[in-house]
């Protein structure tokens, strides 16, 4: 099994909502990460998570809350968003969080802030 | 200046066609270089990864890394229409997690 799995695909929240979006890997990976892509731009990295641990945080407002349960699980809680937050927001995982190994990204979950 | 530059395009090639894409970078310590492709609404696949200057070929695709000229470019021979996606080069530094990704190209190839 070498998939990343998100859920949603799909969100649309409004900016009083709570929501929280779900990334799971059974590959054994022990790093997590988080990113958030525009339209037609590349990937910025959001959070990573290291043995469960957070070792990045790329000053993301505080309306953004990363969760790591365990291993194979990754969370971000979702809260007050704004319109500018809409965006694909992008969970990958990595054996072991160094910088020559290869990341497995999910799909996505396509998020719309109204 | 932006660490990574990379032409968003399109670029629009017939299928068939021998494609370049390439990428400039500015820092200097940067190690590890790799491409990524990534269709419509999905997440980036990793394509090629090479470590340090040199060429790597798998298949159709082939990475060159020349790191006198912070220059990096991934070649597609014989295009088919299923490679049209975007690009995306990126590239790290030794130990650390974070990977710093160029603006994406975006392919098009026509059969």
């Known amino acids: 099994d070498t998939e990343v799995t998100q859920t949603p695909k799909h969100l649309v929240m409004g900016m009083t909502n709570k929501k929280s979006l779900k990334c799971e890997q059974h590959?054994?990976?022990?790093?997590m990460y988080w990113y958030k892509q525009k339209a037609k731009k590349p990937p910025e990295l959001m959070f990573v998570y290291s043995y469960e641990k957070l070792s990045i945080n790329e000053s993301v407002p505080s309306r953004f809350s990363p969760e790591c349960p365990n291993s194979s699980l990754l969370n971000l809680h979702l809260h007050a968003l704004q319109p500018e937050d809409s965006a694909l927001y992008l969970c990958?995982?990595?054996?072991?969080?160094?910088?020559?190994?290869?990341?497995?990204f999910g799909s996505g979950t396509q998020l719309s802030v109204l | 200046q932006k660490e990574v530059e990379q032409d968003p395009g399109p670029l629009s090639v017939p299928e068939g066609a021998i494609v370049s894409l390439n990428c400039t970078y500015s820092?200097?310590?940067?190690?590890?270089f790799m491409w990524y492709r990534q269709y419509s609404r999905k997440g980036p696949e990793l394509l090629m990864y090479?470590?340090?200057?040199g060429n790597k070929e798998d298949g159709r695709f082939t990475a060159q890394v020349d790191k006198s000229s912070k220059y990096i470019s991934l070649f597609i021979r014989d295009s088919q229409p299923s490679d049209s996606a975007t690009y995306l080069c990126a590239m790290s530094l030794i130990n650390t997690d974070k990977l710093i990704f160029g603006t994406g190209t975006r392919l098009q190839v026509f059969p």
């Open positions: 990958a995982s990595s054996r072991a969080g160094q910088s020559n190994e290869k990341l497995f």
């Open positions: 090479t470590y340090s200057s």
């Open positions: 820092n200097s310590a940067f190690q590890y």
């Open positions: 590959m054994g990976h022990r790093a």
